[in-house]
């Protein structure tokens, strides 16, 4: 079991800067997601602690050993692909026991460690296939296979199932969480999808334009976010712009154009300042009478049914617009005028940006 | 990485060692040559001199050959072009499958020497050459197919033919079908749609085939060698002779302004037919 | 409509008639009986093959190519294949000026690149007296052939393929004998081919370069044909078509079974 430790890692290409100073800790037998959208740095990252990529500053270590002057194949790290890289030339045989011969490991050994690891992947009597001849799921399952048939310190995937349709992602979710837990390998996984990473991780790595805004849990990233854009980027969100006017001991109230708002912060900002209150959809309350306690006045714009929730764009009297959800059913008809409230203990104060 | 990144320039050192010995270094030589003094009794005589550049490009002989040799090379072009885009659009799009067979006949000519083909042609142009026996016995007059233009074009268009093709065929494939039915839908019949969405989009191809039909054109040596046989100069067949008679620094400046001049002309090919892609797109 | 169609369809048979023209009537006239070739042939006959194989000057120059042919295969192979590695994974800014330079051999007249050569070796002393002054132009022309024909194979070679095998351990060297070099294999013997016959028929080069005494197959053919006809050289360019034709055969043997299917 190893533990992974990411110091102030820097990556450029030339003039663009892919990775400004990364900092991560990964326990022994965790699974960290990287999360971001697209170019924030997640695969460079994820190539720098393979050893594809030379860091351009900070320390990688694996169990305390810097790992940055090894070249890949002195790292014992398994790594799985996008596009999966199976060898074309190879079985399924070939694929999984290249690992091991590279290793000097003996054709008998061999054979029982790719027997063995076939069974854990549920690939038995795909032997002699090229990777040609199966779907994309097994392929997926061979690429697994064969990153943990070397028994590796360190496991990590790069958007492993964003070739596959839908339906299959969802049981290689379960099935490569359920793996990872059985082997205990620690594992560093890089999605652009919230759902993969909120079903699969430990712990969730938000990056944005090559730094981390935040690292937690699921419930972390999305009840308490640390800036405007990992609430953006992960679920809907309400943003609601003012100043800083008091408070204290978690508890601010921040004065907005639609009135002042209390929420909740994990750090204490200074009053006066410029600071955001975000408040999810599904935790606004609607009041069918306006003048209800602690609401403020809006009026129904529009309505949508999704199924199992019902959505509505609220306009408020200072002219912003809430996006709200409710239970399916809930009665509001368009061009209501309602009372809406703003729980202090489901809003949040969020920053502009990494402090 | 680090051990390769640190051995990769090991890769590039022996096609940069080639290259640079038997390549760059006797081209810069010519260059050193063609400013030689002429000599009747060694390779060149002491001390330099631009006299052979200025009879090369003043010389009415060595002009006129000149022009000749880039007059042929654009008419060969223009010729291969006409021949080779019903050929390759053909090819692009057929569904026959005949297709692999005929893409193969189109290839054939390049798996056969040039001297070959060239024997070939002999066979059929000479003057009691099989075309001729066949007018012979129909009673018609001898026809003069060899030891003239004639024969040189015939059998260097059927030499560059596949060097046209394959861009042509290249361009034409990535032109997709339906931009053609699109078009179709648009009310365009098919000579609009030829003119208006084929031939503005396999311009590349055709570009590329025609510059490099030009270059080899000018560069013929054999061809118009064998069948032109000392009635046809160009100015390949000018500069070999030069070199049996020993006149190496004159031979020389001779071949640089070829080159210079098939580049100046390709060059501005390239500007103009770059233009009307532009214009185009 | 239909006449347009039917000129059309016309202009292509006949082009694909016109490309098959030469090579059928060489291959007719060395099957013929009689010296001159007449309209219509008369008699079959294998005698100017059997002349062609007690030519003592033909057989010398047909051995002569064909050691020259494989001799310049290898070595440009040996080199062009590096050089198209080095293009495609490694080489950084001056990448393009790089392919120029390569390929430099193919965008000159090839006559021009002979002259060279040829004064370039009466300066360094060596004329036309070794057969390697030879070898070397074969391979100055045949490299850019193998360097284009590998670098495309390699385009189409995911790097993460590579990436994958050091991941699992293996060592550059090992990553490049097990992994890169079995997919490249296709374009490496593609461009061997390609290697093959440009030198198996190469004129322009030889032309000059050729010594005393060692004359390549297509230079004997074409002195043949410049001083008269004899149809010896027609059963001459049939072994030679042959022998480029078995070259093809062998290769889509070699890699038109397994590899190409991936
Ligand atoms: N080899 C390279 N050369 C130059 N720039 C690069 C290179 N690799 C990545 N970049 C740049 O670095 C930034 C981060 O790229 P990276 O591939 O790490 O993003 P990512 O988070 O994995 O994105 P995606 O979700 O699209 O895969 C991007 O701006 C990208 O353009
Ligand atoms: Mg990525």
Redesign the interface.
Known sequence: MTQLRIAGLEKRFGEVAAVRGVDLEVAEGELVSLLGPSGCGKTTTLRCV???E?PSGGRIAFDGTDVVPL???K?????V???Y?????MTVRENLG??PE??GIGAAARAKKVADVLAMVQLVGYEER?P?QLSGGQQQRVALA??LV?EPKLL?LDEPLANLDAKLRDEMRFFIRSLQRRVGITTLYVTHDQAEAMVMSDRIVVMFEGRIHQIGSAEDVYDRPATRAVSNFIGQSNLLDGRVAGGGNGRWRIDTAMGPVSCGSGFAPAVGDRASAMIRPEAIELHANKTDAGCFPGRIESRYFLGNLAEFRVRMSDGSLLIVQQPAHAAHAVGAEIGVRLPAERAWLVREDVA | MSGIARAKWLLAAPVGAMVFGFFMVPYLNIVVMSLRQPSTTQAYGPGFTTDNFVKAATDPLYVVTLLDTLRLAAMITLITLALAYPVAFHLARTESRWRGVLYGLVLSPLLVGVVIRTFGWIILLANNGLINQAMRQLDLPRLQLMYNEFGVVLALVHIFLPFMVLPLMGAIQGIDPRLEEAARSLGADKRRVFLRVLLPLSMPGIQSGCILVFVLACGAYVTPLLLGAGRVHTTTTVVVHQLELFLWPFGAALALVLSLVGLMVVWLYARLSGRVLRGQS | MKLWRGLFGGLIGAVYVFLMLPIAIVVMASFNSTRALRFPPEGFSLRWYVAFFESEPFMESFRLSLVLGVAATVASVLIGTPAALYYVRFAGRWREAFRLYVLAPLLLPEILTAIALLFFYYQIGIGTKSVAGLFIGHVVVCIPFVFLQVTASLYNLSPSLEEAARSLGASPWMTFLRITLPLIKPGVINGALFAFIISFDNVSISLLLKGIGSTPLPMQLFDYLRWGFDPTTAAASVVSILMTLGAVVLVDRLVGLRAMRF
Do not use: K, T
């Open positions: 393979a050893g594809f030379q070249p890949p194949e790292r014992d790290i398994g790594m692909f996008q596009n890289a199976l060898f074309p030339h290249f690992g590279m290793r090229y040609r064969r990153a070397i990590l």
